[in-house]
């Protein structure tokens, strides 16, 4: 049984939804609820300590993710300025922010000045990059860290449910392109689930040895 988005039971702080839903009001593109309560039972099985967010928006799934691993601490990358701005003070009002390392700039440049490892990845940004982004993920997650990527269905144009739309057939592509590379990379196990807008989970399980 497939239960809608309208069943789902969210376990987060009720301002913290309320500011959600005003977001998305605002056009600002929000993980949806089924969606967040997925990404949320995943963090209460892996428990990270070190989270790195592709796609911050206006910090509440950051915020959500904080409060649900409350010793943890966020890396997250956001490429336009003013929601950057909403989501330090959103990170400020929900009290999270010395637990925050906010970048502004683009996620395909700031990856590949990185360093250090992190044991849960949350891959939420511009989905046409998501493949351009795995060879500096990989480089940065650790062995049995968890790589979230959102909206990988797209609509349902992904899967073919949907007919796509002509304007939105380089954009399909390349998150089909990354769904390939994803499940057939022997570094990760991988299960995409049909929650919400898709979602893929990969698991990283290190390097494969050469022989």
Known sequence: MQYTASLVQLDIDAEVDERRKQAL???IPVADDETLQYLLVTLALCKPKKILEIGTAV??????MLQACPTARLTTIELEEDRYVQAKENFAYFGVEHRVNAHLGDAGEILAMMDGEFDFVFLDGPKAQ?????????RLMKKDSVL???DVLLYGWVSGEEP???KRHSIV???????ET????????????NVGDGVAVSVYKGKEKEV
């Not at 910090?59 to 959500?64: D, I, R």
């Not at 998501?130 to 500096?136: I, Q, V």
């Not at 592509?173 to 769904?179: A, E, M, N, P, V």
């Not at 994803?182 to 689930?193: P, Q």
Request: glycine share 6%.
């Open 59 to 64: 910090g509440l799934s950051g915020v959500a």
């Open 25 to 27: 009001q605002n056009g």
């Open 148 to 150: 979230f990527a959102d």
């Open 164 to 166: 796509t739309p002509q």
């Open 182 to 193: 994803v499940t057939k990379d022997k570094d990760f196990i991988t299960s995409v689930v």
């Open 173 to 179: 592509d390349k998150i089909r392109s990354y769904l």
């Open 130 to 138: 998501y493949e351009k982004y795995l060879f500096d993920l990989k």
